[in-house]
Every structure is written in structure tokens, then in C-alpha cells.
């Protein structure tokens, strides 16, 4: 039997000093400095908040590395952040952050304590079944964390870690 995904999940926004860096013209992943856009509105989840960057808001584009190291599968891709200071998003299994509820459907990934993929834990997942998906991989015993990704665009959406 799986557990209670909201008793067993964390997910977890980029770290906040991360973000401040980023805000203040800190290099991206390749070495550039963060572009300026103004929102509007729709599709554009800040990786902090994890909430849409309002409309008519100015948010910064980048290319993030989710991993420690560069290997073959420190996969690098653009996200969006909130360009002025948003709260941390803090919270576990359900209900799911806003950043998870705007696409049908999100692909999830296990990965390994050394940050490789566990191959057989990608799942093209509907939304409404992330918590119960991700609570089924992180029972894994050679999973530490799922990577949740756009099913249709690969951009980096968030990290999930057994609370």
C-alpha cells in the first residue's frame, strides 16, 4: 500500500539564495545574465513561488541546471522566476502547488542519490495523479528525488523529496 502523499511529500521550490543571486544579475547556467520580460500571465510558473508571475509583472528567463554537477544527465533548460522578491513556496503532498495544476499532464523522473536517472521511473502523468505517481517512485529504494518536468516543453518544473 502506498502512503498518504501529502504525509509523505515535500516539494521543493529552487533555494532562495539561489533565486536572490538570479534577481540581482547572477550568471545562469551558461553564464548569462537572467533576461528581463514583462508577464502576461499565463504559463509562465516563477520556480520560487511556484505560482504564475502575474500579468504585466516583470520575470526573468534563464537557463537552469537542476544538478550539482555537470554529467550526461544534468539536463539544463529555461524557466521563469518572479524578477522582484516572492516568498518561498512551502509545502507537502496535497494540494498540489499552482505551478502543477495549469497543464494536463507533467513528466516525472526518478533519480538517484547520484544524480542519474532510474531508468523505468519516467511516467507522462496526469496531473491530478502526480502526489500518488511521485509517492510510488520515492518508495524506491534507489530513488532520492523525483524531477518534475512540462510534458510538452521539458522545462524544469520542480523537485519532490520524501518529507
Known amino acids: ?30 553564464g548569462l545574465t537572467p533576461e528581463r520580460v514583462i508577464s502576461d500571465g499565463t504559463g509562465v510558473p ?5 505560482c504564475d508571475v502575474p500579468r504585466g509583472q516583470e520575470m526573468l528567463i534563464l537557463a537552469h541546471r537542476p544538478f ?15 524578477a522582484t522578491q516572492c516568498g518561498a513556496y512551502v509545502g507537502r503532498g496535497a494540494p498540489l502547488p499552482d505551478i502543477l495544476t495549469t497543464s494536463p499532464d507533467y513528466l516525472l523522473k526518478g533519480y538517484g542519490p547520484d544524480e542519474r536517472i532510474v531508468y523505468g521511473t519516467g511516467r507522462i502523468t496526469p496531473s491530478e495523479d502526480i502526489a500518488q505517481t511521485a509517492t510510488a517512485i520515492l518508495a524506491r529504494a534507489d530513488v532520492a528525488f523525483v524531477d518534475i518536468r512540462s510534458a510538452r516543453n521539458n522545462c524544469f518544473q520542480l523537485r519532490v523529496v520524501a518529507a
Open 1 to 30: 500500500m502506498i502512503p498518504d502523499p501529502a504525509t509523505v511529500l515535500r516539494f521543493l521550490p529552487l533555494p532562495t539564495d539561489q533565486v536572490r543571486a538570479y534577481q540581482s544579475g547572477a550568471p545562469d547556467a551558461y
Open 46 to 50: 516563477c520556480r520560487h513561488c511556484l
Open 68 to 82: 550539482a554537477a555537470l554529467h550526461a544527465y544534468a539536463e539544463t533548460g529555461p524557466i521563469f522566476l518572479c
